[in-house]
Nanobody
Framework: QVQLVESGGGLVQPGGSLRLSCAAS????????MGWYRQAPGKERELVAR???????TYGDFVKGRFTISRDNPQNTVYLQMNSLKPEDTAVYYC???????????WGQGTQVTISS
C-alpha cells in the first residue's frame, strides 16, 4: 500500500518560514519524481515544486526563489523549505509521487499552511 504522509504545516506570520516533509512508503522512492502542489480555497491545484530522480528541480513562477525542494532517497522523504512566506501562500499543500513509465501517480492527504498575522 502506497502512503505519502505530509507533515510540517501550520500557522506562521508573514515573512516566516516552514519546512514541509513528505515520507513515502510502498514505492521504490528513488525512481519516482516527487513534487509539492497546493490548493487554496476556490482555486485550482497548482504546482509548487518538482524534483526529478536526478535531483533537478523546477518551481512555480510564484515561488521566485523563496522555496527549495529537496529529496533524501535513503530516507524516502521529500522536503519543501519555504521562506519569506506571504498570505497568498495559504493553501493545503499536497505531496505527489509520479512515474510516467510505470503510469503511476500518488497523492498525499495534504497539510494546511496558513500565513497570517
Amino acid at each position: 500500500q502506497v502512503q505519502l504522509v505530509e507533515s510540517g504545516g501550520g500557522l506562521v506570520q508573514p515573512g516566516g518560514s516552514l519546512r514541509l516533509s513528505c515520507a513515502a512508503s510502498g514505492i521504490l522512492f528513488r525512481i519516482f519524481e516527487m513534487g509539492w502542489y497546493r490548493q487554496a480555497p476556490g482555486k485550482e491545484r497548482e504546482l509548487v515544486a518538482r524534483i526529478v530522480t536526478g535531483g533537478m528541480a523546477t518551481y512555480g513562477d510564484f515561488v521566485k526563489g523563496r522555496f527549495t525542494i529537496s529529496r533524501d532517497n535513503p530516507q524516502n522523504t521529500v522536503y519543501l523549505q519555504m521562506n519569506s512566506l506571504k498570505p497568498e501562500d495559504t493553501a493545503v499543500y499536497y505531496c505527489n509521487a509520479a512515474n510516467s513509465r510505470l503510469g503511476r501517480v500518488h497523492w498525499g492527504q495534504g497539510t494546511q499552511v496558513t500565513i497570517s498575522s
